[in-house]
């Protein structure tokens, strides 16, 4: 999973957050360019993980550029692919702790009890904390979901959550997407 330009100029507007949580290790598929134009800062350490992505250049090292932008990122997954990640399955309750903000960069679709996923990662935000998604709409066996905005428009509506942005995304282009309407 990971998170592109994009992303990141969204991610911005939450940062710096003082605690952030990932639903798995997020790669940062952005160039040194985009982080310094979004951020105003230059990665301090660099992987080679592009790869796992199809991306052909040097990634900046997330927990490394979190730090660098104030934020203290925890990750969880149910593996550990980078060696820090707490070992979590999300298909089961869990106590993730109290954060400011919570990403979930590609990781529910793929959570077969998606349900209770949803409800660990908002069990974790605090008051007045934010979560962010990035989910497929229609990408053909990527995961076990593909999920539509209404998904998260009904969930967090009924849940008295505020919606603050939902945007479909292609090329790095966002474009708005009805909440409700086919």
Not at 3 to 23: D, F, H, N, T, W
Not at 49 to 54: A, D, Q, V
Not at 147 to 160: H, I
């Amino acid at each position: 999973m990971g998170i592109r330009a994009s992303g990141l100029r969204i991610l911005y507007k939450m940062l710096p957050a003082k605690r952030v949580l990932s639903l798995g290790y997020p790669d940062i598929l952005a160039t040194k360019e985009d982080i310094i134009h979004i951020f105003g800062v230059e990665p301090a350490a660099y992987v080679t993980t592009g790869k796992w992505h199809e991306v052909h250049h040097p990634l900046p090292e997330t927990v490394s550029l979190f730090n660098q932008l104030g934020a203290e990122l925890e990750c969880v997954d149910v593996y550990a692919s980078r060696g820090i990640e707490r070992i979590v399955d999300l298909n089961q309750p869990a106590t993730l702790g109290t954060y400011d903000v919570v990403l979930d960069l590609g990781t529910i679709e793929h959570c077969f009890n998606i349900a209770q996923a949803l409800k660990n990662a908002v069990d974790a935000v605090a008051v007045g904390g934010r979560i962010f998604h990035t989910s497929p709409v229609t990408m053909i066996n990527h995961g076990f979901f593909n999920l539509n905005p209404t998904f998260f428009a009904d969930f967090y509506m009924q849940n008295s959550f505020e919606l603050e942005l939902c945007v479909g995304c292609v090329n790095e282009a966002f474009f708005r997407v009805p909440l409700f309407n086919r």
